[in-house]
């Protein structure tokens, strides 16, 4: 997955929970900066595991796994 593919995951995710980036952030042990560079494609995730099993829907997972 590209890190920009990626980053739009999480802001799909994330807006579909209704979070800001400073709450994902609060939940994941992360800033919002870190978050902001994650959705942006600046920097990556080291572990997508977590923000894929606790802060997206199915169908929305779903997805981005069709797309590797």
């Known amino acids: 997955v590209e890190p920009l593919e990626l980053g739009?995951?999480?802001s799909t995710c994330r807006k579909e929970k209704n979070?800001?980036?400073?709450?994902l952030g609060e939940e994941l042990?992360?800033?919002d900066r870190a978050v902001s560079k994650w959705e942006?494609?600046?920097?990556?995730?080291?572990?997508?595991?977590s923000i894929h099993?606790?802060?997206c829907s199915t169908d929305t997972?779903?997805?981005l796994d069709?797309?590797?």
């Open 61 to 63: 997972a779903g997805g």
């Open 29 to 31: 042990g992360v800033t």
């Open 19 to 23: 979070l800001t980036q400073k709450q």
């Open 40 to 49: 942006n494609g600046v920097s990556l995730v080291k572990d997508t595991t």
């Open 8 to 10: 739009r995951f999480i």
């Open 53 to 55: 099993a606790d802060f």
């Open 66 to 68: 069709n797309k590797k």
